[in-house]
């Protein structure tokens, strides 16, 4: 079928996936879970997505590097069986920490000064408080799918603009504030699911972002507006793995 034609590939649409000391980390939207390639699996993994391919005869020769066909069309098909990868019309580069590092011992949630009741407004807290909610069912339903669906939605908000730093501390409290008055305990994801879902309603430009590292493996989401990390400590941006960024890339 697709002989002397070539082909790319990529990251599968529920699939997204950074590059991590010499570690590929895969987050898995369907299913919700992390899981890692290691040694020649994520040698290859990053070696299919950067490289042209053509089939024949059942096997995919590279263009750019044409020996080890085998070998090629061994982990291709294997991604492809394992839904990791997809054909696609050009190729993918992962992303990679901007510093080498990482973090140990990190703790989103201790923050000097937190006093969010101070500067947060009953109704901010209440409509953060809903949206918090909101955010904390539709993950035990259907995990991550559920907030980046959801982002998806509300990013075609008019009038998109970048807020001002009052604007931005004053939504921080709020969900930070709901935060506190919830029954359980919310995790960073939570938190910048629901900070970034009402920014979005407001029509401001925020994404969320999902940070990873290996050894010790580390997972940390925060929300990002302007490029800035919001109610955060920067250095996260810098040596973590971005694994996602959405709704805008």
Not at 62 to 88: G, M, N, Q, R, V
Not at 89 to 101: D, K, M, N, R, W
């Amino acid at each position: 079928m697709y002989a002397n034609s070539s082909l790319h590939f990529s990251v599968a649409p529920h699939m997204y996936a950074a590059y991590f000391d010499n570690a590929v980390i895969i987050l898995d939207g369907k299913n919700d879970n992390y899981l890692s390639l290691i040694d020649e699996a994520a040698d290859y993994f990053c070696f299919i997505l950067k490289h042209k391919f053509v089939q024949e005869n059942n096997q995919y020769y590279c263009i750019d590097a044409p020996d080890h066909a085998e070998t090629h069309t061994y982990w291709i098909t294997h991604f492809l069986e394992k839904d990791f990868i997809t054909l696609s019309s050009c190729p993918t580069q992962l992303s990679a920490p901007l510093q080498e590092g990482g973090l140990i011992g990190y703790r989103w949630d201790a923050k000097n000064s937190w006093s969010p009741f101070a500067h947060a407004s009953v109704a901010g807290i209440i409509q953060a408080y809903y949206m918090l909610y909101k955010i904390d069912t539709s993950m035990k339903r259907t995990g991550i799918s559920a907030i980046i669906d959801l982002l998806k939605q509300e990013c075609f908000a008019k009038n998109n603009h970048n807020p001002s730093e009052q604007e931005i501390k004053k939504l921080s409290a709020s969900v930070d504030a709901a935060s506190l008055l919830y029954p359980k305990k919310i995790y960073c994801l939570a938190w910048a699911a629901t900070f970034t879902t009402l920014a979005l309603k407001k029509g401001w430009r925020c994404n969320l972002v999902i940070g990873v590292q290996t050894n010790p493996f580390y997972a940390h989401a925060w929300a990002e507006c302007a490029g800035s990390v919001i109610h955060d400590d920067p250095i996260i941006a810098r040596v973590l793995s971005i694994i996602f960024r959405g709704p805008y890339t």
